[in-house]
Nanobody
Framework: QVQLVESGGGLVPAGGSLRLSCAAS????????LAWFRQAPGKEREFVVGISWSGGNAYYADSVKGRFTISRDYAKNTVYLQMISLKPEDTAVYYC????????????????????WGQGTQVTVSS
């Protein structure tokens, strides 16, 4: 079964940038849909961005649109989240998730729709 490992989190000042990575091991997620979620202290896990199995469709939460970009590298079996213009409210643990997509073009936005999760990486944006 595919396992996911996130990396790239850290502490940055407001306005800064980070790139998160999520690498798959024990298998491939070449035909899977992928997404990033985040969870801030005391809050529920929220959808950030999702991408279809082909990479042709992506959907962003309004709060990150224009600042975050998702991409996937099939050869490296890795999905990335490039984050710019970071704000203190972006502070959270960021999780990547994946699920089989069966060659459809869907982007899944609910956490319950994903079957495999990484352990998370902390992003802290200081004001």
């Amino acid at each position: 079964q595919v396992q996911l490992v996130e990396s790239g989190g850290g502490l940055v000042p407001a306005g800064g940038s980070l790139r998160l990575s999520c690498a798959a091991s024990g298998g491939t997620f070449g035909t899977n849909a992928l997404a990033w979620f985040r969870q801030a202290p005391g809050k529920e896990r929220e959808f950030v961005v999702g991408i279809s199995w082909s990479g042709g469709n992506a959907y962003y939460a309004d709060s990150v649109k224009g600042r975050f970009t998702i991409s996937r590298d099939y050869a490296k079996n890795t999905v990335y989240l490039q984050m710019i213009s970071l704000k203190p409210e972006d502070t959270a643990v960021y999780y990547c998730a994946t699920r089989p997509a069966y060659y459809n073009r869907n982007v899944y936005t609910a956490a319950s729709q994903y079957s495999t999760w990484g352990q998370g990486t902390q992003v802290t944006v200081s004001s």
